[in-house]
Structures are given as C-alpha cells and as structure tokens.
C-alpha cells in the first residue's frame, strides 16, 4: 500500500485529488490538507506549486500547476512529476502517483525547457542508444540486433546529429536527460 498526502490550499480541487486517489486500492490517503508539513509519514504527496514553495517535503512530489514545469521551485524536495491543473486526468493522476512511489519521474510532452526540442528516435536507434548507455560497444551492439558494424555506426552518427551531440558518452547523457531511455 503506497501512502499518500495531498496538499492543496483549493478545498475542491484538493478533494477532487483525494476521491480519484481514493479509488485505487493501492493508495491509502494518510494527510489532506490546505497547508504542509505533513502529520504522517508519505511515500508520495500530491501538492500545489504554492505547497511546494511554502514547504520541505520529505518525500518525492507530484506537483499540480498552472506554471511551466521549468519554473516550478522547491524547497530541499524531489519534484517527481509535474501535471497540468487545468487538463489533468484522474488516469495521469494515478498513473503519476504510482510512477513517482516506485521511484520514477515523470515527463509529459511539451515539458521541454525552451530551446529543447522533443527528438523521436526509431526503436532500432533507440535500443541502439540503450546498449550505448549500458556500455557496449560498437561489435556487440552489432552481435546483438543481428546488424553490421557499418550499420550500427551510422545508427550512431544518426543518434548524434539529432541529439545534438558531439560524442557517444554526450548523446547517452542527453537521452537519459530527455526520457529517451
């Protein structure tokens, strides 16, 4: 059972939260309230941008904000994920929340800080970037996918031009930064 604390200072938005939580026997409620600190221990809260610039959180948050996830600020507290107020699902609430509690950070499109573009990779180039990541080099990655050497240099040289990478080691990085592996 993953427990839960909401802190909202907007009583129905913040019940809104609790109901969909509530639905998910996987969840139990342990705070809701308009201001933090939290009265028990949490493995995740659900918290307005204001809670979270109010309040230290010993847990990892799941931020609901009107702002752009790049101006969100947070006091010595892991910011897991970031929702949209206005549009926000009781699924991508779940779906955040269950995330976050197993350690995961969350990403939607269009949290990109400016200047950043979203790159969409082909699986084959891809999976080439995660064995890149895990350290393999160029031969095994080849002995892997069943494709030749030439073939996977130029999935790498692909993979670093739309990266914007000078390197293997850089493209990997930035993957990772950008949620691609």
Known sequence: M????????????????????????T???VFSGAAGPLTEEADVA????????????????VVCANDSPTSIRAKRT?????????TLTGEQLVAA???TAAGLWVSSRGDLPEGIEEVQLDPRRRE???????????VTISEQLCYSVRTIKAFIQDIEHE?????????????????II
Not at 46 to 61: D, G, K, T
């Open 78 to 86: 892991v910011v897991a994920a970031v929702l949209p107020r206005a």
């Open 97 to 99: 929340v269950t995330a």
């Open 2 to 25: 993953r427990r839960v604390a909401v802190v909202d200072e907007e009583e129905i938005f913040r019940l809104g939260i609790v109901a969909c939580l509530a639905q998910d026997p």
């Open 46 to 61: 659900v918290v307005s941008a204001q809670a979270l610039a109010r309040h230290a959180f010993e847990c990892p948050v």
């Open 163 to 179: 990266l914007s990478a000078s390197s293997r080691a850089q493209a990997v990085a930035r993957g990772i930064r950008r949620g």
């Open 128 to 138: 080439v970037l995660r064995l890149l990541a895990e350290g393999a080099d160029t």
């Open 27 to 29: 969840f139990e409620i």
